[in-house]
Each structure stands twice: as C-alpha cells, then as structure tokens.
C-alpha cells in the first residue's frame, strides 16, 4: 500500500464512450503525474500537477483531458479514445520543494484500460 | 535509443543465485531510481540515489555518476522476488520532476 489510489482498477470502453479514471493520494503531496504503460514500452510521462497547476502536457492527444480540483486528487477524462489507447495507466504523486532537487514519485496501482 | 537503457530485458534464476541487472542512461542527472513492477501493475519505488550505494534487506543499489551506469544486486534470491524491476533517472532543476524511464528487467526465480 503506498498511500495512492486508483479507481477503476480495469475498464473496458468503447470508442465511443466518455469515462473518467481517479487517482487519490493520501500523503500529503503537492504534486501528482499520470504515467502510460504500454506493452514493451517504457512508462511514458503524459500530464504533471504542481501546487495544482498543471506544468507539464507531454503531447497527449486531447482526447484525454486531465483535472486536478485539488493537491490530493486527480482525474484523467477519456473520450473518444482509439484501440492504441489501451494500457495500464498509473499514477503518481511526490513532494517537490523550490531548488531544483526532486523526490521519490509514490505510484498508484494502476487502471487497466481497454478501448474496443 | 532509450536515454535510459537496462539489462538483460529477461531473467530466469534459481532460487538462492545473486542476480545482477544494469541500467546505463546518457542524460545528466540528480538521482537515479530503482522501481519495482508486480503482475497485476503496481509499481513500488525500492531505491533513490544519486552517489555511492544503498542496502535494504537483500538488495543492494550502486550507482557510478562519471560513467553513468547503475547495478541493482539481489542477494539470496527468492521466488517472490519475480517482478519487473525498472530503472528510471531524475534530471536536474526545472519546475517538474519529470523521470525517464527503461524498458524494465523481468525477472523470473524458480524454486
């Protein structure tokens, strides 16, 4: 149990659906991520919140739209998605402090997707 | 090529051998990390260094910052400790902690 959560743990879609994935931490972090897992690739960085305010966007489609109300949660919107869209998505939260020097990133369990 | 690279990408050991796997990245860095994936996604973090070595239990991180190259030991090894077990590095400064990770080592260990 490492103090982050993940709702649904598995999804099945379709290309047509709208559905939302939830991650809740509860460490008291100030930064939160949504990673990709795809089959033999390495994880792939989609989204960061610090303090809430989103400072990373790494070229996702806009067909995943991600929300951050507050330090201890996190959601990523799926709409319209594609059959490659299919992963394990994870997420992840860490406390960063100004400076420049980074922390442990503590990762949630996971939401398997897949997209029909 | 990954800026982070791992191996070997497959490992079968008895139970009992010392295992050793490698990561090498081509990135400037303030730490290296050291994750561990069971079936079913999780992922744990086992290590963060950014110098010398680290100890916990019968695992053992060294990292050598000139040549850019990190070992993860497992000592006494033991059918729980199949997993994948990934490596990832932190670079330095900027407003994010943004990781770059590898392709993972699966490790298998039978009894």
């Known amino acids: 149990e490492t103090g982050v959560t993940q709702t649904p743990r598995h999804l099945v879609m379709g290309m047509t659906n709208k559905k939302s994935l939830k991650c809740e931490q509860h460490?008291?972090?100030?930064?939160m991520y949504w990673y990709k897992q795809s089959a033999k690739k390495p994880l792939e960085l989609m989204f960061v919140y610090n303090f809430k305010e989103q400072t990373e966007n790494n070229s996702v489609p806009s067909r995943f739209s991600p929300e951050c109300p507050n330090s201890s949660h996190l959601f990523l919107h799926l709409h319209t998605l594609q059959p490659e869209d299919s992963a394990l998505y994870l997420c992840?939260?860490?406390?960063?402090?100004?400076?420049?020097?980074?922390?442990?990133?503590?990762f949630g369990p996971g939401t398997r997707l897949t997209v029909l | 090529k990954n800026e982070v690279e791992q191996s070997p990408q497959n490992l079968t050991a008895q139970e009992g051998e010392f295992i050793t796997i490698n990561c090498s990245y081509s990135?400037?860095?303030?730490?290296l990390h050291w994750l561990q994936q069971h079936p079913g996604g999780g992922i744990v973090s086992l290590f963060m260094l950014s110098s010398g070595k680290k100890k916990h239990g019968r695992l053992i991180a060294t990292i050598n910052i000139q040549e850019k190259h990190s070992s993860l030991h497992i000592t006494a090894s033991h059918p729980r400790d199949s997993a994948v077990y990934i490596c990832a590095v932190s670079s330095y400064g900027g407003a994010t902690n943004k990781l770059i990770f590898g392709t993972g080592t699966l490790l298998a260990v039978q009894p």
């Open positions: 460490l008291g972090h100030n930064a």
């Open positions: 990135v400037g860095i303030s730490a």
């Open positions: 992840a939260s860490s406390q960063e402090h100004t400076g420049g020097r980074h922390n442990e990133q503590f």
